[in-house]
């Protein structure tokens, strides 16, 4: 099920917010805004699954666990919150779930448990959800095999796995929706090179797993006309390359109801594969993949205003949040930005992707 709604109270600068999250949700905002803060709560979710599922056990609160590593509690309260809890609450028009704990030995106050039927189950606790760190994965000459997070179609919070992936689903069909509009088949690898296309003309990938040495090689190729090159490891391929591949796999192995939430997916990308990427996600997201994607990238907000305009995503199935502070506030102000059918944006507030006006504004000036 879609997550609708996330009220938050008292976590790190987010005092008290309530978010309406969409098929494509865009975070963006100034640096220490509260963007993160805000991603950590969903995964804190996450991490603290198991509590929702049982009356008894441990009912503390983990901080620092496999999906968010938050430091000391005392961190993590809202600065002028005095003993309060922090509370953050997930829901739809159908149900709400709801966790709230104490700073002092973080105990559990309340937590509304999971129904049984994994049908009713919100997206967040899927055993598959996905979601992909802006600290990724460096490239190298060889990756690690895991058939835990294989198994689970899961490939790292890092992307650490996407090697593994491949190698073992090269010829899983993909929704159709998602092909490449040059693809031959549903093929996942197929697919995957012809969208790292966008990114970098002529490339090909292949993935071949070494069980003997329980490791998975990633190897790229460039094609010229009749020309093909030899095999190149990442480590000769442009950067960019390996911190998108992550991405591109997550959105194509995605199935319709799955929460994808992505990190800054423009990170070493030229400006045409950032606008590309955003198409991607929007065609994903048209077709009822859920994902959340925190960027500064402009790229990213236009390509996904080219999207709509273009009527691959209707203006009803996006939203976009510009997180600010004021002068000399604690708190995170959030403005709630809308895409018209047109792709026009309905408010430019102070800091929303506006430097290069600035700048430009400050060399035309005599």
């Given amino acids: 099920m879609k997550i609708n709604k996330i009220k938050i109270k008292n976590f790190k600068s987010l ?4 978010i309406e999250l969409n098929n494509l949700t865009l975070i963006t905002g100034v640096n220490s805004s509260g963007k993160s803060s805000f991603i ?14 049982s009356l008894r056990g441990n009912k503390i ?44 030995d973080l105990k559990i106050n309340n937590i509304k448990l999971l129904p049984e039927k994994s049908e009713n189950l919100f997206n967040i606790f899927y055993d598959d959800f996905q979601y992909i760190s802006t600290d990724r994965v460096e490239p190298k000459i060889s990756y690690n095999l895991s058939d835990e997070e294989i198994t689970r179609n899961l490939i790292g919070l890092k992307g650490e796995y996407t090697a593994h992936y491949l190698a073992k689903n090269r010829h899983k069909s993909i929704e159709k929706n998602l092909r490449h509009k040059n693809s031959q088949t549903a093929q996942l690898l197929e697919n995957v090179s012809l969208w790292l296309n966008e990114i970098s003309n002529n490339i090909e990938i292949k993935a071949k ?21 030899s095999d190149y490891t990442p480590l000769n391929v442009g950067f960019g390359i390996t911190y998108v591949l992550p991405i591109i796999v997550t959105i194509l192995k995605a199935k ?41 990238s402009d790229h990213i907000l236009n390509g996904v ?3 709509t305009k273009n009527g691959v995503l209707d203006s009803n199935q996006s939203q976009i949040y510009y997180f600010r502070k004021e002068k000399d506030e604690l708190e995170t102000k959030i403005d709630k930005i809308n895409i018209d059918k ?13 430097q290069f006006d600035d700048d430009l504004d400050r060399l035309i000036t005599w």
């Fill in 61 to 104: 609160v983990n901080i620092n666990g496999k999906y968010v590593k938050l430091g000391n509690k005392e961190d993590i309260l809202f600065e002028d919150a005095f003993r309060e809890d922090i509370e953050i609450k997930i829901s739809n028009s159908k149900i709400e779930h709801n966790l709230k704990f104490n700073i002092q």
């Fill in 342 to 354: 047109n792709g026009g944006i309905d408010s430019y507030p102070k800091g929303f992707f506006d």
């Fill in 209 to 229: 797993i070494y069980n003997e040495l329980q490791q998975v090689n990633l190897t790229y190729s460039y094609s010229y006309g009749d020309n093909t090159t």
């Fill in 305 to 307: 205003r080219i999207a």
């Fill in 15 to 18: 005092r008290d917010i309530d």
């Fill in 40 to 53: 950590q709560s969903i995964l804190l979710i996450k991490q603290n699954e198991d509590k929702f599922y």
């Fill in 256 to 296: 319709k109801g799955d929460l994808l939430i992505i990190e800054n997916p423009e990170s070493h990308l030229h400006p045409a594969g950032q606008s590309k990427i955003a198409e991607l996600c929007a065609i994903a997201s048209a077709k009822g993949v859920q994902i959340i994607l925190e960027t500064h």
